[in-house]
Each structure stands twice: as C-alpha cells, then as structure tokens.
C-alpha cells in the first residue's frame, strides 16, 4: 500500500487499536525503530509527533528532522478557524492542505488542530453573538472536519474552554455566551461530519489534579455518561523544571473514564529539563490509554516559547540531553497498546499562539543603530486580517528591556498578542518585553507577535533600548 493507503487502513480502526494497527503498519517500513522518537513509540502502539508549521517546509534542516523522528504531525496555526475561514463562508485550506500532503506521504498520521477555540477566531466570528455565532461555529465544524474527512486521525474540537483559578468552570468567551451546551454540540458536530476520527477535548494547566483538570474530568464523564461522542483528552503540557507528582495519577484517572488520553503540546524550560522529558514520557508509557506525544515545535528557534529553549532539538536541529532521555525513556518499557478501547468510536498560560513567523524575508528595513537595538516585521496576511511577528534585535552591545513602536493602519485591530505586553488595541500601539524576553545579548535576537484584523501594509516598527 501507499503510504496514504496506510494511514486511511489505519482510520478505518477505533481508539488505541487504530493507533496500534496504523503505527505497526509505519513501524514495518522504518528500519530505523527504535532509534528514532517516531520509532520507539511505535514499537509501544504509540505516536510521537511534532506541531510544524507550513512556512517551514521549505527548510532542509527543519524537515530533515520532521521526516527522521516523528510520525504525527499537527498543524500550529493552519487549520484554526482564522486560517480555514477568514471570510465566513469562504474556506482556505492551502497551508493545511500543504501539511497533511506531506504527512500523508510518509506514512505520517495527522492530529487536527484545531475546530473552536475562544482565540484566534476571525474578525467577522468575534463580533457575532447569540445563535448566529453559534449556527457559524457549527457550520465552520461541519465544513472543515467535512473536507478532511479520512485524512485526520484525532481532532481538537475544543480547545482551551474552561478557565483557570479555583473554581473549575468555563471560560467566558463569545461561545460559551452561545450556551452551555455548545461543547456537546460541537462534538456531535464533529462526529456527523467525520464518524472515523477520534475526538478530543485539549487544554493547559491540566497537568495534575487541581480545580481545573476536576471541571474538564466532571464533563467527560457527565459525556460518557450520556452517549456524547468524545473519545480523548489532551494535556498540553507546557512544564518548566517540574512535572505535577500526580501527573500520571491524572492522566489514568481519566483513562478510567473510558477516553483515551494524550499528551498535545509538550514543551518543557529550566535546568531539569531532560529529566523532567524523561518523566512525562515515563508516565505515558505507564497509562495503557496513553496513545501517544506531541512536542510543541522542532527546534527551539520554532518554539513560541523564545529564549526558553524547551525543546529537543537546539536552533541548529542537534539533539539535546532531553532528547536522549526521551529516546530512552521510550526504549526503557511501558504498556504496549494492542487492543481497542470498550468504548465505540468516534487544548498557557499560554493560549497556544501562533507559533511560527512566516519563511518570507522582513518585509520592512530594521530601524534603531548601534548600541541601541532595531525591529524587523514580516507578516502572514490573508483577506481581512494578519499575524505580525516582530523580531527585536540588540546593537552593538546587550540591552536589558525594549519597547517598540507601531502604528497600525485605519481600521486594523488587535485581537491577539503574545510574548509582548502591549499599551494599545489600535492606532499607535508601544509594545514593551515581558519578563522572559528583555535582555538581548550584543547583535542577538528575540520576537514578539499579534494577530489583527484588518491589513498590516506599510507596517513599520521602531526600536527603543531601556
């Protein structure tokens, strides 16, 4: 078979079988098992995959890693409901369509990425209320899960929908304001529109037992208890220096419920951070539901978190000592998935971001000079609106803060920013570092982002050390 038949033999299974059956059929193909991430995993029925960007295919060292270690793949940015439909009714799928191509090409499977999310909603979605938002989320659910129907392993129909703090409930958002049903719905959404994917409900600071992980574990089982197709968890993950003691306590506790469960967005700061990749793999491969891991970018120049480097490969894609004690970590032993879930078939404090700057040159000169520090803007722009990466870089000598200047032109607004705090929504907006950020060694970088309605031509930041 071709590697596309592969994986769609692979969907036609349920649950943890799926997995188990489509990643044995990779697993067969690879002669390099065991010594790869994708590859250790798959001898346990499991994934290990990489969110990767579009933009990024172009780069050797970038893909050369993708096609070597993983076999999942899941779009940062481009399947979010800004990117598939910036006008309403009017569907893009190129950059997505341009990720899954290729995974489906190497035998790769695909995690979607991700249906509604309260963030990065088009500009026309987030000034709508009421049943139009909600008959507009639904139809956006049905179009899109429609369209790759056979092509997505497991969906991301939520993300992100219950808040942080001790009480365990929702987000406020424009969906929730829709209902509280709306989760439910969505997922029998989902469910119409492609009856072989799996489900999952994906979101932060759910790594322990705590109020938050206890709201999401209370509407799964009230879920399952009822017949709501949802067939998995995901737990982003997003750690520095330490992993929650009751971390794989968690996870099983909700493999219990009847769902499988995965880690989606892992990315892991601080000095323990080997050990710490080490524990988090450990405990998946202790929860037979534990279908497989995901790691939040490539290198860790492609990580959102800049400066921070929480990722397994260095900016020049050589292995770190996190990356070895993955790898070993996938070889030391774990419950092998072999056999299907009971139950039938069928996400930071990030907000998961967008995560990678666009491949295409800055498109405006770098302002500043020696000594001081300069701002160069390239952007992704599409009808009705943009995502502007900003990368801040210092003169001749280290700068301890920064602020930069723009002005955004008539009718562009501001609905997401991360790794920057801004002053402004529109017009002239000063853009300082956060606290991670700030200090920028002699002639090095770091970067900042926002998402905008409207257009970003002509955008031009200037640069101010502090």
């Not at 803007?377 to 801040?392: C, I, K, P, S």
């Amino acid at each position: 078979m071709t590697p596309t038949k592969r994986v769609r033999a692979g969907l036609a299974l349920t649950g943890a079988g799926a997995i188990a059956a489509c990643l044995a059929m990779v697993m067969a193909s690879a002669a390099s098992a065991g010594t790869t991430l994708g590859g250790a995993a798959a001898e346990k029925g499991r994934y290990f995959g990489a969110a990767i960007a579009a933009g990024k295919l172009g780069d050797n060292t970038y893909v050369t890693i993708l096609n070597r270690e993983f076999n999942s793949v899941t779009p940062e940015n481009e399947m979010k409901w800004a990117s598939t439909e910036p006008t309403q009714g009017t569907f893009t799928f190129g950059n997505a369509d341009r990720i899954v191509n290729h995974a489906a090409g190497r035998g790769m499977m695909v995690r979607g990425h991700t249906l509604l999310w309260h963030a990065q909603q088009p500009g026309w979605a987030e000034g709508m209320s009421g049943t139009a938002l909600r008959n507009a989320a639904m139809n956006h659910v049905t179009r899109v899960a429609t369209y790759y129907r056979g092509k997505i392993h497991t969906w991301d129909v939520v993300n992100e929908a219950f808040a942080d703090g001790g009480g365990g409930g929702r987000r406020d958002s424009n969906l929730q304001r829709t209902g509280n049903d709306w989760i439910e719905v969505a997922f029998r959404t989902a469910r119409a529109a492609d009856p072989g994917a799996r489900l999952c409900y994906n979101d932060y600071n759910t790594d322990g037992v705590n109020a938050k992980s206890t709201g999401i574990y209370n509407m799964v089982r009230d879920f399952k208890s009822r017949g709501v197709p949802i067939d998995c968890v995901g737990f982003q993950s997003h750690l520095t220096n330490s992993v929650p003691g009751d971390y794989q306590a968690n996870l099983q506790r909700f493999a219990d419920l009847g769902v499988d469960v995965q880690i989606t967005e892992l990315d892991i700061a601080g000095a323990n951070q080997a050990a710490v990749y080490g524990t988090v793999t450990r405990a998946c491969l202790a929860v037979a539901r534990c279908t497989g891991i995901t790691v939040w970018g490539i290198r860790d120049s492609d990580s959102w978190r800049t400066g921070q480097n929480p990722l397994l490969f260095d900016g020049s894609g050589n292995k770190k000592a996190a990356y070895t004690a993955t790898l070993d970590a996938l070889n030391g032993g774990g419950t092998t998935v072999t056999t299907p879930p009971t139950s039938g078939p069928p996400t930071t404090p990030p907000t998961t971001p967008p995560t990678t700057p666009p491949t295409t040159p800055p498109t405006t000169p770098p302002t500043g000079g020696p000594g001081g520090c300069t701002a160069t803007v390239t952007l992704n722009q599409w009808n009705g609106g943009f995502v502007a990466t900003v990368r801040v870089t210092a003169g001749s000598s280290a700068i301890n803060g920064w602020r930069v200047t723009t002005t955004l032109p008539s009718g562009a607004t501001v609905s997401n920013a991360w790794s920057a705090n801004r002053s402004a929504s529109s017009g002239t907006v000063q853009w300082t570092n956060v606290d991670y950020n700030g200090r920028v060694a002699a002639g090095q970088s770091t970067e900042f982002g926002f998402q905008s309605s409207g257009t970003g031509a002509g955008l031009a930041p200037t640069c101010t050390a502090s």
